[in-house]
């Protein structure tokens, strides 16, 4: 998984990727939005957006009845995000199109060529160069 965190004027603040050998699709796109938003609460932001091309995630975490959580099989993640996004601040979760979101592509599949790798970037990385140019664009 990965994902990269900007400021308001869309600078980078940093990145992240992380590789697993276990899991699904939406496992990893929910372990990314965790992450993204503990280094966001770390790095003192208050007033978050993220934005996700999972829609299955995204929905999880808009105007939604909790009682049924627990019978979801990636509940122990929905409930540790659920709880970072009660915190005093204000995060806005919205989908974006998958073609726009190459930068967290990217990063996720730098995560799967180095397995059990957990890395942060202050600055982007080269390989993430291009991406970052086409997103962008966009």
């Known amino acids: 998984m990965g994902g990269a965190i900007r ?10 990727s992380r590789g ?5 699709a ?11 938003l503990s ?3 770390e790095g003192g932001f208050r007033k978050v957006s993220c934005e ?3 829609l299955g995630a995204v929905t999880l975490f808009q105007d939604r009845s909790t009682a ?21 601040w204000v995060v806005y979760v919205s989908h974006i199109p998958r073609e726009i979101n190459s930068v967290a592509h990217t990063l996720a599949n730098w995560g799967v060529r180095n ?21 962008s664009m966009s």
């Open 7 to 16: 400021d308001w004027a869309g600078m980078w603040r940093g990145s992240f």
């Open 20 to 24: 697993a050998l276990h899991g699904d």
């Open 26 to 36: 939406l496992r990893a796109e929910l372990l990314a939005l965790e992450d993204d």
């Open 39 to 41: 280094f966001c609460w």
């Open 52 to 54: 996700c091309d999972c």
């Open 68 to 88: 049924r959580d627990y019978l979801h099989k990636h509940y122990d993640v929905i409930r540790r995000v659920k709880r970072m996004l009660a915190r005093d």
């Open 115 to 135: 397995l059990d790798s957990n890395v942060f970037w202050r600055s982007p990385p080269d390989f993430i160069l291009l991406p970052l140019g086409r997103d």
